[in-house]
């Protein structure tokens, strides 16, 4: 009997040569605030080619007959613990939080991630095509993140060249629990803020050390070296961008002080139940704001969320998004999320941004993703009705011009099953 089973012929991976697909007669959601009806939307060479009316068939594309379906960007979801909290969950695959000291913003969620991991073809299923993968929020500076495309089968294809670097942080409860149980720093808020200060200053020193160096004309050292600081230094040149898992009002203060304090930018607060009672602070500092619609009271910062948050928020001029955080929420329910704060007063085209475009802007591609437009890359997402009524699951997914999900097929589950043929991954329709 054969040890190994050959895997089956699929498409070939976002970025090689594919045949042109041309979508015709769709609604177009761009996530721009538009709606487009009756129009058609054009992939070729990795990128969106073409938006208009009829457009003319290129030589060897392939044709689609949307018959007014809602087309989407690909959603984007910038906090999922994908492949670095593994399913089936199992201490054997829990590879996201580092729990062994408070400040790690060395580690690398790339050294992490699993690329086998069964809820990557279930995501995709659900119309997400990007995802920031982050460390968890054991750690007051959790290390920094990873960007994927939910396709491939190597952490090599999914991963997105010339993303920027992101760090995550996390404030509140999480980080006193893990250490204050220990009997070690941080066992309060203000330890918490002590140990964040203490590696931003040995950062700083490291930084003007550096700079005193290469001022010199003769070197009779080598030049000041931290690596484990290193990505502390990005952030204070303001070369790479801070996402912070952070709930409640004061701790929302905190970080804007030590901002202010260091002289560095916060991309985005996420979880940030509380952030709909200090909107304007987050306006001035130009903070975005990655939130649940409806998910509370888990713990004691989590009591005194409120549903209305996401309209709030968006009204007042606060970059918002929602995310997973997957798995507490599972990463196909991302536009889920955006059904539930649309139910709850958010508009319509703003709960479709707040998955796609702002996401993608929060976490620095917006000039690549998270809207229909020339030039884009081709994350494309077609929905049988409105994505944006309850449960609802996407007909078709593109990610950079490859059908990955449609016509019963999920590539990316397949890719799994080569490798694992009993593990009965998931398909589209689940």
């Known amino acids: 009997m054969a040890l190994v089973q050959a895997a089956p012929a699929l498409a070939m991976p976002p970025g090689a040569a594919n045949p042109p697909v041309l979508l015709r007669h769709a609604t177009l959601w761009p996530g721009t605030g538009a709606v487009l009806p009756d129009t058609d939307l054009l992939l070729q060479n990795g990128h969106i080619a ?9 030589a060897g594309a392939n044709a689609i007959e949307a018959k007014g379906r809602i087309i989407t960007p690909g959603l984007v979801d910038m906090h999922s613990h994908l492949g670095v909290y593994a399913s089936p969950t199992s201490r054997a695959h829990a590879d996201g939080n580092e729990m062994t000291a408070p400040t790690t913003p060395f580690l690398r969620a790339i050294d992490s991630f699993d690329p086998e991991d ?50 995550k942080w996390a404030l509140g409860e999480n980080p006193k629990r893990v250490y204050g149980g220990r009997g070690q720093l941080p066992m309060s808020r203000m330890g918490s803020a002590w140990a964040i200060r203490q590696k931003l200053n040995e950062a700083q020193e490291v930084q003007d050390s550096q700079q005193r160096w290469d001022k010199e004309v003769a070197h009779t050292t080598a030049r000041p070296n931290r690596p484990d600081l290193e990505p502390l230094q990005a952030l204070l040149r303001g070369e790479a961008l801070l996402q912070v898992h952070c709930y409640e009002v004061h701790d929302i203060e905190t970080l804007v002080r030590l901002s202010e304090e260091f002289h560095f930018k916060v991309a985005a607060i996420h ?32 009591y005194d969320a409120s549903v209305h948050a996401p309209a709030i928020l968006q009204a007042a001029g606060v970059l918002l998004a929602l995310k997973t955080d997957h798995p507490v929420v599972e990463s196909r329910d991302l536009m889920n999320e ?25 976490i620095g591609l917006l000039d690549r993703i998270g809207t229909l437009e020339v030039g884009k890359e081709a994350d494309v997402v077609v929905w049988p009705g409105s994505p944006l009524t309850l449960g609802a699951r996407p007909e078709r997914v593109f990610i950079q011009g490859v059908q990955v999900v449609g016509d019963g097929k999920n590539l990316q589950a397949a890719w799994s099953q080569a490798v694992h043929p009993t593990a009965g991954v998931c398909g589209c329709e689940d």
Not at 127 to 151: D, E, R
Not at 278 to 294: K, M, N, S, Y
Not at 340 to 348: F, Q, R
């Open 50 to 58: 073409a938006i208009g009316k009829d457009l003319p068939l290129p």
């Open 118 to 167: 069964a809820a990557i073809a279930r995501g995709v299923a659900g119309g997400v095509t990007t995802s920031l993968i982050l460390p968890g929020s054991g750690n007051l500076m959790g290390g920094q993140a990873l960007y994927i495309k939910l396709f491939g089968h190597t952490v090599a294809e999914m991963q997105i060249p010339g993303a920027p670097r992101a760090l």
């Open 271 to 302: 979880h940030a139940l509380e952030a709909w009672k200090v909107p304007q602070l987050l306006r001035e500092h130009h903070i975005g704001v990655a939130t649940f619609a409806d998910l509370w009271g888990f713990k004691m910062e989590a």
């Open 338 to 362: 955006a059904a539930k704060a649309h139910h709850y007063g958010l508009a319509e085209q703003a709960a479709l941004a707040a998955v796609t475009r702002n996401p993608a802007q929060a």
